[in-house]
């Protein structure tokens, strides 16, 4: 198989395949997360919180009191990457024109000079963050196969996608290709492994807000 039949390919069925497996994955991890149910909570509400929820899911993005101090790697690294991989993803021009031509919707995107400073933040900040994971020995023992497979799959769609848009390492056609086929692979292997926090970190967020608040503890 050519270079132009491996990308056309990727970019037709396989594409297709990947969207179908990750849609059926999300849907089916929801469906095991929602029908697990909630107990009612038959006691008095220690106070009246309902907004509690909501405000949780922005506490729960600021690092607690004296932790950025303590591992400034950790959350500085972890802010530039997501930062940086959320630039690159929804705001690369290539990027907005393939969901455009999914789905008809469209918005402004970022000039590439931007857009490249943000790819190669996030791809520093990945190592800075795998660097730190190595040479803690807490997170080190902590750490397990999961956790760098899931580092491995985030890193591949933003370092060849860099690859292919600076035309480097090898033909143009072919990193496209792999590009295309890392972001497959990343889409597939989301719902079944650690990057489904993607979808469910902020229903938990919200969810532990709201059962905290309900009993009077700060969350």
């Known amino acids: 198989m050519s270079a132009l039949e491996l990308l056309t390919w990727a ?9 179908a497996i990750c849609a059926f994955g999300i849907l089916l991890r929801l469906f ?3 029908s697990l149910g909630r107990k009612a909570d038959l006691s008095r509400p220690r106070e009246t919180s309902p907004g509690s929820g909501w405000r949780t899911i922005f506490s729960r993005s600021l ?10 790697v950790t959350y500085i690294g972890g802010y530039v990457f997501h930062i940086g991989f959320a630039l690159t993803l929804f ?10 031509g999914l789905t008809g919707l469209s918005w402004p ?19 800075a963050v795998l660097a730190s994971r190595l040479t803690n020995p807490v997170k080190r023992y902590l750490s397990g ?7 491995l799959l985030t890193l591949l769609p933003l370092l060849t996608g860099y690859l292919a848009f600076h035309h ?16 497959e692979l990343l889409l597939v292997a989301l719902p079944f492994t650690k990057l489904f926090h993607t979808v469910s970190v902020f229903v938990s967020r ?14």
């Open 206 to 219: 919200w969810y532990n807000g709201d059962i905290f608040g309900r009993k009077g503890v700060a969350s």
């Open 91 to 100: 705001f690369f021009v290539p990027h907005i024109e393939l969901v455009r």
């Open 109 to 127: 995107g970022l000039p590439m000079q931007v857009v490249d400073i943000a790819a190669v933040a996030a791809i520093l900040a990945l190592f």
């Open 168 to 183: 480097v390492v090898a033909d143009y056609t072919l990193m496209l290709a792999l590009h295309v086929l890392s972001v």
């Open 11 to 19: 970019r037709g069925d396989g594409l297709a395949i990947a969207l």
């Open 63 to 72: 690092p607690p009191p004296g932790l950025l101090k303590r591992s400034p």
């Open 145 to 151: 196969f999961q956790d760098y497979l899931a580092w």
């Open 32 to 34: 095991e997360i929602f």
